[in-house]
């Protein structure tokens, strides 16, 4: 019976492939249209329009390339502007997370907004990578400009009083293997100044699935997994030291990073409720 699920599966990818590839192209020309106004009007391109475009395109390529991804805790995340932070493995990870939290919006809490926090580089490339960063409203950083780095710490303050949601890698990059890099403290410091719930995200099984470079932890079943931990509450941190708390929440990350590594290893259930 399962030989046969399989076989239909696959019999359904291979006549929807053609028509999803179709709609990929049209999703890439849409975005970057879509991007181009909201960059001479912004007033004119609404944000839920500005999300669905990317979203749509974000399910497409996921489709496309047999990416399956599987969560959990999603309904217990804060309702209220948050600092979410998610460790960095592959070039799908923001990916991953825009879809996963644009469907929490739409489920759970209809005035969702987010905000990406990146590196300068990516605002430096050209076609729908940065039409999707744009429509998104990325706050670029560079790692190299203090001065920089304040005036976008001032719009992460900002974004957090208009409702947004701030979304952030605080190892700054990605990070191959299966250890976590530093996590820089001055990512956590928009939650300190604004006193907004910290929600740490947890992402296994990314690398080497989408143009990464990185190969050493190639997914053979193509699955990602997202967990989505207890949030931290302002009065549960805001006594502590910052780089007290970025250790402590980078050390809470991996042993859940670890945990769900093992159970995939083992053929386990990751997740009791999805």
């Known amino acids: 019976m399962k030989t046969l699920i399989k076989v239909l ?3 359904g990818y291979g ?4 028509f ?12 970057k249209r879509a991007a181009k106004k909201y960059r001479k ?4 391109v609404f944000l ?8 749509k395109l974000i399910n497409r390529v996921l489709f496309l390339k047999r990416i399956k991804v599987q969560h959990d805790r999603l309904s217990k995340v804060p309702t209220t ?10 070039n799908l990870d923001a990916l991953i997370l825009i879809k996963l939290l644009y469907e929490y919006k739409a489920e759970y809490f209809n005035g969702f907004k987010m905000k990406f926090v990146a590196k300068q580089e990516l605002n430096k490339k050209k076609g729908v990578v940065t039409a999707v960063m744009d429509l998104i409203d990325t706050l670029y950083i560079d790692r190299d400009n203090i001065r920089q780095q304040l005036q976008v710490f001032d719009q992460q303050n900002e974004s957090i009083k208009n409702k947004y949601s701030i979304v952030i890698a605080p190892e700054g990059t990605r990070v191959p293997g299966d250890e976590f890099g530093e996590f820089k403290a001055g990512a956590f410091k928009v939650a300190y100044t604004n006193m907004t719930p910290i929600q740490p995200i947890v992402i296994y099984g990314s690398s080497g699935l989408l143009f990464d470079k990185d190969k050493t932890n190639t997914n053979k079943s193509r699955q990602v997994y997202v967990n989505f931990m207890p949030y931290l509450k302002p009065f549960n941190f805001h006594t502590h030291n910052i780089e007290y708390l970025s250790n402590e929440v980078k050390n809470d990350m991996q042993n859940t990073y670890d945990q769900i590594k093992a159970r995939v290893r083992e053929n386990r259930k990751v997740f009791e409720e999805n």
């Open 41 to 44: 009007a912004p007033n004119k």
């Open 48 to 55: 839920e329009n500005r999300y669905y475009v990317v979203y």
């Open 81 to 90: 502007p948050c600092l979410f932070v998610y460790n960095h493995k592959s």
């Open 9 to 11: 599966k696959a019999i």
């Open 15 to 18: 006549l929807a492939y053609p």
């Open 20 to 31: 999803v590839g179709i709609g990929l192209i049209i999703s890439f020309s849409s975005a």
